[in-house]
T-cell receptor, first 113, second 114 residues
Framework: QKEVEQDPGPLSVPEGAIVSLNCTYS??????FMWYRQYSRKGPELLMY????GNKEDGRFTAQVDKSSKYISLFIRDSQPSDSATYLC?????????????FGAGTILRVKS | ETGVTQSPTHLIKTRGQQVTLRCSSQ?????VSWYQQALGQGPQFIFQ???????GRGNFPPRFSGLQFPNYSSELNVNALELDDSALYLC?????????????FGPGTRLTVL
């Protein structure tokens, strides 16, 4: 079983729809959670960084963490064709001298105009 | 402010060869992490460099090695290339503070092994 599970999609929605992207994880030691957006043939771009349970909002994006269920979500309001990309969830994992990121496989999102 | 840069953009090698990939950190960042992203997968942690030393490694064999230079730039070296090494190699830099906390990625180097 992978530490982080993410539905690969693709998820196809019409422009203006609300999008919900989700990840589950198995390691209860994860405390910090991130969402990255990756356009085709590009590097991941940090969208949201959250700590502990609760919601964090940034413009059209809302990140939600439920540590009791080991479940995180990213909501995109008023989705645009420019939001079409792969969305990666990531968890920060500590090791002795630093931190690494453990990623889900990514969900492909297509927003149709 | 310049972001993370990587070179080359694309590379084609044959099985058994050696390759060196390069990364320049974002200005002011002192930690570099390397990841391998196979097609259709999320990035997998290879190793992290801080103060010119490897301070953590993922589940990759010793033929994957690296360096960090005094200006915080970094290299990833892969010896005895295998077909499965074909992937997008990503470098991420992190600002001073908690080592490897927030990571900002470069555009990646796409390696094809034939």
């Amino acid at each position: 079983q992978k530490e982080v599970e993410q539905d690969p999609g693709p998820l196809s929605v019409p422009e203006g729809a609300i999008v919900s992207l989700n990840c589950t994880y198995s390691n209860s030691a994860f405390q910090y959670f991130m969402w990255y957006r990756q356009y085709s043939r590009k590097g991941p771009e940090l969208l949201m960084y959250t700590y502990s349970s609760g919601n964090k909002e940034d413009g059209r994006f809302t990140a939600q963490v439920d540590k009791s269920s080991k479940y995180i979500s990213l909501f995109i309001r008023d989705s645009q064709p420019s939001d079409s990309a792969t969305y990666l969830c990531a968890m920060r994992a500590e090791f002795h001298k630093g931190n690494k990121l453990v990623f889900g496989a990514g969900t492909i999102l297509r927003v149709k105009s | 402010e310049t972001g993370v840069t990587q070179s080359p953009t694309h590379l084609i090698k044959t099985r058994g060869q050696q390759v060196t990939l390069r990364c320049s950190s974002q200005s002011g960042h002192n930690t570099v992490s390397w990841y391998q992203q196979a097609l259709g997968q999320g990035p997998q942690f290879i190793f992290q460099y801080y103060r010119e030393e490897e301070n953590g490694r993922g589940n990759f064999p010793p033929r994957f090695s690296g360096l960090q230079f005094p200006n915080y730039s970094s290299e990833l070296n892969v010896n005895a290339l295998e077909l499965d090494d074909s992937a997008l190699y990503l470098c991420a830099s992190s600002p001073p503070g908690l080592v490897g906390d927030t990571q900002y990625f470069g555009p990646g180097t796409r390696l094809t092994v034939l």
